[in-house]
């Protein structure tokens, strides 16, 4: 079953404890994404990759890294956590440069929910 | 930079009633267009798309939208809802050229009304 899954899918942490957000996708997508969605202010873009070792910065990128060393993963950092990255995130996968292209597919992950305290 | 507004954040609709949710996108280049849908408790799933041709566009569950250049808008629609579309819908931006780096509208939650 194609799919896009995240780890954990709920964590409660405390500020400066440096943690990871998982995301692995078994459709072999080049294109990968970070999303939190926040009340109020839908869903902003935290980073995206291209490719192994391709990676750029969305909207909100402060506070957060990524690796891409393999395609299937995409794992997000956050290395010194604080109360404002209380959020829900989600990753995504696509198989076209521009994700829902016409013949693409793009699949969410199930999202994460991140409570730093 | 690219920007997207999603006019009303809540619209209640009677069930078999139409709807239209209002998306107005600001850009200086060409963009692709997007609606995705959430579902409670769940991630988004893609509705419809525009990204070159015909401006009205369909999706699934019944749903399409109308891109207009001049208005800079990609109004979604819906001639009866169901109970089953109550959810929140996202418009969503890509300046042309820019490929994977998304904007996302604030979202609107419809809640359709027995």
């Known amino acids: 079953e194609a799919q896009v899954t995240q780890n954990p899918r709920y964590l409660i942490t405390v500020t400066g404890k440096k943690l990871t957000v998982t995301c692995s996708q078994n459709m072999n997508h080049e294109y990968m994404s970070w999303y939190r969605q926040d009340p109020g202010l839908g869903l902003r873009q935290i980073y995206y990759s291209m490719n192994v070792e391709v990676t750029d910065k969305g909207d909100v990128p402060e506070g957060y890294k990524v690796s891409r060393k393999e395609k299937r993963n995409f794992p997000l950092i956050l290395e010194s956590p604080s109360p404002n990255q209380t959020s829900l995130y989600f990753c995504a996968s696509s198989s076209q440069l521009v994700p829902g292209g016409r013949t693409d597919t793009q699949y969410f992950g199930p999202g994460t929910r991140l409570t730093v305290l | 930079a690219q920007s997207v507004t999603q006019l009303d954040s809540q619209v209640p609709v009677f069930e078999e009633a139409p709807v239209e949710l209002r998306c107005n996108y600001s850009?200086?280049?060409?963009?692709?267009l997007f609606w995705y849908v959430q579902y409670p408790n769940q991630g988004l799933q893609l509705l419809l798309k525009y990204l070159s041709g015909s401006t009205l566009v369909k999706g699934i569950n019944g749903f399409e939208a109308e891109f207009n250049k001049s208005q800079t808008s990609f109004h979604l629609r819906k001639p009866s809802v169901h109970i089953s579309d109550t959810a929140e819908y996202f418009c969503a931006v890509i300046r042309g050229g820019g490929y994977q780096k998304v904007t996302f509208g604030i979202g609107t939650k419809l809640q359709v009304i027995p």
């Open positions: 850009s200086s280049v060409s963009v692709y």
